[in-house]
């Protein structure tokens, strides 16, 4: 009976290590992320990318985090374009899903970790399968993430809310690929096998041999 390949081989060790360096190097240069989402937000408006954000991407967004807000806090809202109004004990609370607040950073960032994840020797099934799952994670992280904003500011208070909002999205966000990548490598990614030979027998004509 033939054993069943390794999850991983050596050769994706050396990215595994890179990839969590890099984590690391991220949340070291936590203070300076207002300014780089300052830079990414002058060159979204700059080459006019934004306006595909504010059309499509922030309304949709908006719906999603009804539905959020619904199903899993138990908060009743609606969504009007980009505004969402919704109703707590202490009364209604509207805010706005804004362009720059929907997280199209954080798949910037993920596109940039894919670079080096998948540098190792990976079937190419499991690398599609590796950066779809990536793509739907951190868009689904993005939604909680808002609506998590908006129920702590409906629930208690909307100071506690703007904290939340402005401090913890990167930390959830760093989390998420952390945990992301420890379950690629560990259960998505399948290193390429060499192509078993196959043993056959040979008939060799009368005369020939």
Known sequence: MKKAPKRHDSNS??????????????????????????????????????EFIVVYIAPF???MV???LHYVFGLSSTAYGTLLTTSGVNGEFTAAIVWNCVGWQSLLLYGLTLVVGLKGHFTRVSK?????????????????????????????????GLAFHEYAGTVILLLWLTGFWLAAYKFILQPRTSKSVTE??????????
Request: hydrophobic share 60%.
């Open 13 to 50: 060790f050396p990215d595994y290590i890179w990839i969590l360096a890099a984590i690391v190097a991220f949340i070291l240069a936590l203070p300076f992320t207002i300014t780089i989402n300052d830079f990414l937000t002058t060159v979204a408006i700059r080459t006019g990318a934004y």
């Open 61 to 63: 967004a908006a719906q």
């Open 66 to 68: 009804t539905v959020i």
């Open 128 to 160: 599609i399968l590796c950066v779809l799952i990536g793509v739907e994670g951190t868009v689904m992280i993005n939604l909680f993430r808002m609506a998590t904003v908006i129920a702590i500011a409906v629930v208690w208070s909307p100071n506690i």
């Open 200 to 209: 056959t027998t040979t008939v060799i004509p009368k005369g020939l041999e």
